[in-house]
């Protein structure tokens, strides 16, 4: 009897932790239905990330889709950078795997600041790259 009641904790560590798996199971299809629209898109637990063409889209994932989306043209981006822990670093300074909350930052024209969250700092570095290159073909060609 004793070793049952001390198996009951475990067991119930294991169904929260297949509740848990499910429900990100879940967002995680949400999140490839919603994805198939864009070019180029990211998934994680903060955010949920879509551009096509110069528009970029971005909200938090929910079980039954995004929620707060967010919708930004590359066109009114005057500056784009990386911030770990609110600190701005270039791509060459960061650490391939630095610790701290990762935010990709974008400025717009009007004064505004968007900020949309990385999990991973490799992840958000490749997505600064990216969208430099993007923003420097718009601006190529408008030139």
Do not use: C
Not at 7 to 23: N, R
Not at 71 to 97: F, H, K, M
């Amino acid at each position: 009897m004793e070793r049952g009641l001390l198996w009951l904790p475990l067991l119930g560590v294991f169904i929260g932790l297949a509740w848990a798996g499910w429900h990100e199971f879940q967002k995680v299809q949400a999140y490839e239905a919603w994805a198939t629209e864009f070019d180029r898109s990211k998934y994680d637990i903060k955010s949920m990330l879509g551009q096509r063409g110069d528009d970029l889209t971005w909200g938090q994932p929910t079980r039954q889709g995004p929620v707060n989306l967010a919708q930004l043209s590359l066109t009114s981006v005057t500056d784009l950078r990386l911030e770990i822990n609110g600190q701005a670093v270039s791509v060459d300074e960061t650490a391939p795997q630095a610790k701290g909350n990762v935010d990709l930052v974008l400025a717009t024209a009007s004064g505004e600041t968007y900020r949309i969250p990385f999990t991973e700092s490799n992840l958000a570095q490749r997505w600064e790259k990216a969208l430099q290159e993007s923003l420097q073909a718009l601006k190529s060609a408008s030139a």
